[in-house]
């Protein structure tokens, strides 16, 4: 396994800061630098260099009570963590928080309106509902629709930080191949001044590593990394977010937007995991990361989709080692292909480990992954799905205090106390409903065993044993609960699986004869006239494109 790197982000400082003497041992602090006379800082990243301490990492202080301000201070100097907090979504409902190795493992939640489906309203309901399921930041990932009403919407009613792949809104009403390096800036410029937090920006991407991509099975699966390796090849030219890097940093140093460097090839399948395209792409995030460092800005690194179990601790160290220990930010990685439908399970799995080996952040899959656009409940299916996995990496990994309420919690459930136990759950609800469609009695054993063969209520009998005995849960007798609400009532009625009628009238391939929304665009073209867009019926149609042996 790689080792951790032993540079930082106080390798990469700017020009024009000097080491006064006698620090060349002990440079990693602000007492070692000074910076040019006129040198005022903007970003969270340069006041961390100065030796301050901004209102945002107090803030963080507050909800990450395992660090101090002054180390979460040290941590970003480090380049080791990042506080996105444009400055102007601070004027709006933004609460600070932060991404990084030693703070608790964080959570995104991607959503976005598309031309096939969804729009403002929608989105705004949704950036709710995952707010209220523990999303710790959300991408708007809009394709279609008002695209910037609705990012404006969004980044006005967050709390949390919001980050986009300006790209997408860069080529709409126009051609792709006729993208260039002003239109790349204005939208930044545009976007950052809305108040976005953090950009996918996929300039890791070279024309030389799209050789590289030939043989795989499938391809480039990034929206980015694909819009920009058919750029690259038609202009025959360097992609042009690496050649603007410097420009770009520029403008979002000014309104302190952080880097999400995006994995452009990263692996759609087990079959691309770890391939010489992901990792030569992983070396040119590492060159970006140390030129983005002394510019002032801040970054975090995107990785891999889908790679196998066994894989995982390799990635996550491999990313630490070239990219100086910057925040990780990984989507999963899916650990198995075969499970449509319920990738937000076969992801988390892999979520769980990357958290463990290093990753600081995860991207949250829904059980719509690979197959439309999330709704509203798959968006808590999804979130819950990876706060799970955050948690069990943060209890493994001994992050303090991380496992007081599971504690808590198993003191509630060794008493039998009912009602603490559901009060304690992260989705009271639901565990309430699930317990009461067998038994609408608190009762004083174990729900799944009954009374005679309870090893809780045998345990809470033996005087030995301390075993259900704390006075704070006492809990003796069965007592009648109370009636399930009604959002309880409605998690029972769409327990189990879908009828094969409801599976018939949500495929879009029978809607025709369906009673669904008729209106429903059938291609998501805004070039293509719905029949050519369709797929070909017949392998005689499809053509042949880098056969493998």
């Known amino acids: 396994m790689p080792e951790v790197s032993d540079k930082t982000a106080w390798d990469f400082m700017p020009a024009g800061w000097e080491l006064k003497p006698g620090f060349e041992e002990n440079y990693e602090t602000a007492d070692a630098w000074t910076p040019p006379a006129d040198f005022l800082p903007v970003t969270q990243l340069e006041f961390a260099r100065c030796g301050t301490i901004t209102p945002e990492m107090e803030r963080v202080a507050e909800r990450e009570p395992h660090l101090t301000a002054e180390q979460i201070r040290d941590e970003i100097a480090a380049g080791r963590m990042i506080i996105p ?14 991404i990084g190795r030693a703070s608790k493992t964080k959570v995104n939640a991607n959503m976005g309106a598309s031309p096939v489906s969804s729009g403002t309203d929608e989105e705004i309901e949704k950036l709710k509902w995952a707010q209220q399921w523990g999303a710790d930041t959300v991408m708007d990932l809009s394709t279609g629709g008002d695209i910037d009403g609705c990012r404006q919407a969004i980044i006005q009613n967050s709390t949390v930080p919001i980050g986009t792949v300006p790209i997408y809104s860069m080529i709409i009403a126009r051609r792709l191949e006729d993208l260039d390096h002003a239109s790349i800036l204005q939208m930044l410029q545009h976007q950052a001044k809305q108040g976005v937090d953090y950009f996918t920006i996929h300039a890791g991407v070279l024309r030389e590593h799209l050789e590289l991509v030939a043989q795989r099975l499938i391809g480039i699966v990034s929206r980015g990394g694909s819009l920009l390796a058919k750029w690259m090849l038609h202009n025959k030219q360097q992609n042009p977010m690496y050649d603007l890097w410097d420009d770009i940093c520029d403008i979002m140093r000014e309104y302190d ?9 990263r692996p759609g399948g087990l079959a691309d995991g770890s391939d010489r395209a992901q990792l030569a792409e992983l070396c040119v995030l590492g060159e970006l990361t140390e030129r983005a460092w002394q510019k002032g800005v801040q970054v975090m690194i995107e990785g891999p989709g889908h790679i196998s179990f066994d894989q995982i601790e390799f990635n996550m160290k491999v990313q630490r080692k070239l990219c100086h220990g910057a925040p990780f930010y990984v989507l999963g990685p899916l650990v198995t292909d075969i499970f449509p439908g319920y990738d937000h399970i076969t992801s988390c ?14 991207c949250y899959v829904t059980p719509k992954e690979h197959l439309g656009l999330p709704k509203k409940d798959d968006v808590k299916q999804g979130c819950i799905a990876y706060k799970i996995a955050a948690h069990a990496a943060d209890v493994a990994l001994g992050i303090p205090g991380t496992r007081n309420r599971d504690d808590e919690l198993t003191e509630a459930r060794a008493a039998l106390n009912w009602e603490k136990h559901f009060e304690l759950s992260f989705d009271p609800d639901t565990a309430r409903a699930l317990h009461d469609e067998d038994l609408d009695v608190d009762t004083d054993f174990c729900a799944m065993c009954g009374h005679d ?9 033996i005087q030995e044993f301390m075993s259900g005995k704390s006075e704070d849960y006492a809990w003796d007798k069965a007592k009648k609960s109370l009636p399930l609400t009604a959002e309880q009532k409605e ?16 495929a879009s ?3 025709k004869e369906m009673t669904g929304d008729q209106d ?3 291609c998501h073209s805004d ?3 719905p029949e050519s867009a369709q797929q070909m019926q017949t392998s005689k149609e499809l053509p042949v494109l880098n056969e493998r042996p």
């Open 491 to 506: 998690i029972l009625e769409k327990r189990g699986v879908l009828s094969p009628d409801q599976i018939h009238k949500l």
């Open 520 to 522: 429903k665009a059938s």
């Open 527 to 529: 070039y293509v006239d």
């Open 85 to 98: 907090a444009n400055k102007v979504h601070l004027g709006y409902q933004l609460d600070p928080m932060a």
């Open 349 to 362: 799995i892999g979520a769980t480990a990357a958290g463990y080996h290093g990753a600081s952040m995860l």
């Open 257 to 265: 937007v952080s880097f999400s460097i995006g994995d452009g090839l």
């Open 509 to 511: 391939k029978v809607k």
């Open 453 to 461: 063969w309870c090893s809780v209520r045998i345990s809470k009998e």
